[in-house]
């Protein structure tokens, strides 16, 4: 039997957006509430902190549509830290509008943001201080930031252009046609150095706050969607790593056929990656992809890991995902690429591979293979087939996996336990349990997952304080309205921090 990969000792943490957190601002940053929440974790011990992907979100705010896998979201910038530097001053921040403490209002926190950033930007050119300013050129010049000139004019044209998609630009930025470029870099250089100065300041917070998770023995799990985004600075610079028509538009799109969230599939929209070609690079994409996921976070997860042995290809004209059919990926070659580019070990990657959904065909042998992590959700461990069940239940006597109550994707357990389970799934639950009454679920199935032989267990902050419906993140195939929670100040203060350090010790999770 093969044994579990060393990098993941037996642990249980939470999974959090940082979008998620309480602050006056209307959207949760990297400031004093990540603070306080990492200080949580640590005092539950709890080793483990899991967020979405960080990049800048595009289509319905979306953190799985991105306008760049590699640049940050900046709207998660800390406003407060920038008094610090005396880019803001206290008067600034006091007057703000109303923002929910519940719910991310997108619209009114992105322009609130965008005007405060703009007036540190000034104060930090009004200022001239050359120890700053030789700090920023320094990260700007850093051979790591090879994609940061790309994004900040993909972003800055974007701006130009009401923020239409790049296959609605010029023709001759649409196809990167030098003499356009070098003009669109003349016209917009102020925009576009506003812009690397936002990147900057994303990247300095977010490595404090890295440091101190990590000064907390907390390991932060970042999250990688396979695809990216068509509107996206990534797929504008690389067309040809993609599949696209002769105007940039993809011919086929990434989605999955009728599952467990849909009857119609789901139809992404993303591009399709043309294997060929990144093959024919030796990954080096993907390779510097991954790279820079693991300078921000010490594990990486996966979405929908199952597109490296095979994925659903739907014609972009099917308005449903009923018109794909499955293709085979790149396999073990990808991570044997991947491995030698990152120079470590192939069964020693730092990566969770998300291998869920239905007819999963060799795609759990690749991941065992591959010596990762795979992922039980216990939502699905009580509804489908008899079969389906049996797998699960398997699943949660192996050691090699991450186990979690719910996802990003999932209703919080009592959503699910009072409005989508079945009366044979509670019944299942409460046999399993050997229980007649079940009062709390959510925390019976956090006691099962911490139980689990798995070595990590993750349960999203919505379960810890148990909350309902309302505060589901995301619901696959609803297009808006999505990405919103928020826990509230008052929230996160009294959650039963103490009863989870409990569980923790109790299932041997705790640190040493």
């Known amino acids: 039997m ?21 602050g ?7 400031g004093e509430s990540t603070r306080r929440f990492l200080d949580y974790l640590a005092a539950a011990d709890q080793r483990v902190w899991q967020v979405l992907p960080l990049g800048p979100t595009g289509f319905a705010e979306s953190p799985y549509q991105c306008f760049s896998a590699f640049a940050g979201n900046t709207n998660l910038i800390s406003l407060d830290a920038l008094v610090d530097h005396g880019w803001l001053f206290p008067d600034d921040l006091a007057d703000h509008p109303y923002f929910s403490p519940r719910k991310v209002n997108y619209a009114a926190v992105i322009q609130h943001h965008d005007e405060l950033l703009s007036l540190a930007y000034d104060r930090f050119v009004i200022q001239d201080d050359p120890a700053q300013k030789d700090a920023l050129a320094a990260w700007c010049a850093h ?12 972003i800055s044209l974007k701006e130009f252009h009401g923020g239409r998609p790049w296959t609605d630009w010029t023709d001759s930025e649409i196809f990167r046609e030098k003499q356009a470029l070098e003009a669109a870099r003349k016209m917009h250089a102020c925009r576009m150095a506003e812009h690397r100065f936002r990147q900057w300041v994303f990247y300095v917070q977010w490595q404090q706050v890295r440091q101190y998770a990590y000064e907390r023995g ?15 600075s990534d797929v504008w610079v690389n067309p040809e790593l993609f599949d696209l028509d002769f105007n940039g538009r993809p011919n086929y799109i990434a989605g999955v056929p009728p599952d467990y969230f849909s009857s119609t599939g789901q139809r992404w929209g993303n591009p399709l990656y043309l294997w060929e070609e990144h093959r024919r690079t030796d990954y080096a994409w993907w390779v510097r992809r991954i790279q820079a996921m693991l300078d921000q976070v010490d594990i990486v997860r996966i979405d929908h890991f199952r597109a490296f042995d095979r994925y659903h290809k739907i014609p972009a004209s099917s308005p449903t995902a009923q018109g794909g059919r499955w293709v085979n990926g790149p396999k073990k070659e990808f991570f044997e690429k991947l491995s030698k580019g990152l120079e470590k070990k192939l069964d020693e990657l730092p990566i969770i591979a998300e291998d869920l959904g239905d007819d999963l065909g060799d795609a759990i042998t690749l991941r065992k293979d591959l010596n990762l992590p795979g992922m039980i959700v216990l939502q699905f ?4 087939t008899e079969e389906d069940r049996e797998r699960f239940h398997h699943a ?10 719910g996802t990003h994707d999932n209703n919080t357990i009592f959503g699910w336990w009072w409005g989508e389970s079945g009366p044979d799934d509670r019944a299942r639950v409460r046999a399993y349990l050997g229980k007649e009454i079940i009062d709390e679920p959510h925390w019976e199935l956090i006691e099962m997952g911490m139980k689990a032989e798995a070595h990590t267990f993750i349960v999203p902050l919505q379960d810890v304080i148990g909350a309902g419906n309302s505060a589901r993140m995301n619901k696959p195939g609803v297009p808006s309205g999505q990405w919103c929670w928020r826990c509230t100040l008052d929230e996160l203060d009294n959650a039963p921090w103490e009863r989870l350090r409990k569980l923790t010790r109790r299932s041997k999770r705790a640190p040493a």
């Open 218 to 232: 907390i390991r932060i799990v970042g999250d990688i969607p396979i695809y990216v985004a068509h509107d996206s």
């Open 24 to 30: 006056p601002y209307g959207i949760g940053d990297l």
């Open 396 to 405: 949660l006597l192996e050691k090699n996996m991450v186990v979690y109550t």
């Open 2 to 22: 093969i044994e579990p990969n060393p990098f993941f000792p037996r642990s249980s943490g939470v999974l959090l957006h940082p979008t998620s957190l309480p």
């Open 143 to 154: 051979p790591d930031r090879w994609w940061l000139d790309d994004y900040a004019l993909f």
């Open 381 to 384: 461990s009580f509804g489908g």
